[in-house]
């Protein structure tokens, strides 16, 4: 998953302004798998059934925000808690 380093200095958490990173691979096969189980849920509280390509971790770890055909979906309620 490519994010350009000029766009990913800029993002930041919605909710918080914290900076956000590139998720691992291996945090997001972890995920995936979760997904695959039906064990994740966004903070809207509706199931992810989808498997995430890519996503934008917050710099304290607690949330990651997917990114969709290479676009990051910075929405508060599509975030999935990681802690």
Known sequence: MMID??????????????????????????????IERGEVKNRAGKTVEAKIDGGLVREDGAYLYPIEDEIPIMLIDEAIALK
């Open 5 to 34: 380093k000029e766009l990913l200095d800029i993002l930041a958490c919605p909710e918080t302004k914290e900076p956000v990173h590139l998720a691992e691979p291996e945090m997001l096969a972890a995920l995936n798998d979760r």
